[in-house]
């Protein structure tokens, strides 16, 4: 069964803390993603992946780094988080290939940044 | 960038009628898609439509897709208590992006 799982569910950080979301997938996709969800601005991609070893730019990185150790694994790093980082966070992992056009979504992270 | 937005913000249906979500895009794209989200869940894929394709079904669900308006569409027939959920399309180039949503009530 496809699974893109998430940890933690829910975080609080302190501003100026670091802070690491984990993303993990069993649909051996190539390709990762990282959105961030804030009412009235539907799903923005702050980040994604090809493929092991690679991370890209998605719109709004700034604040962010990703990193893709493995096929199965990618991590979303706040490395001085601020209040404004504040939001329910997303990972998904999907093939768009000929014969592939499957994308799943994680359940999601809470993050509240005091 | 917001290169994919629904066209209205919310719509209100009684179980069994049918309805229609909008959504125009900015760009030229390889694919379309449409996902739903339910209240305290991740969004779930509904239908994927490519560029070269004019209509895809999934059961109750019919997107169409107008490359030349930049435009698409997904119908729900026979809406059921359980369609309530925010509609989103998404433009597929090199990353899924998304517009803001329509958020569906279906009442009983």
Redesign the interface.
Known sequence: EAA?TQSPRNKVAVTGGKVTLSCNQTNNHN?M?W?RQDT??????IH?SYGAGST?K??IPDGYKASRPSQENFSLILELATPSQTSVY?C?S?D?GLNQ????????TRLLVL | SQLAEENLWALSVHEGESVTVNCSYKTSITALQWYRQKSGEGPAQLILIRSNEREKRNGRLRATLDTSSQSSSLSITATRCEDTAVYFCATDNNAPRFGAGTKLSVKP
Request: charged share 15%.
């Open positions: 893109v390709n993603y959105y009235g601005h539907g799903l923005r991609l994604y890209e998605g719109d997303f998904a999907g768009l056009d499957t994308q799943y979504f994680g359940p999601g």
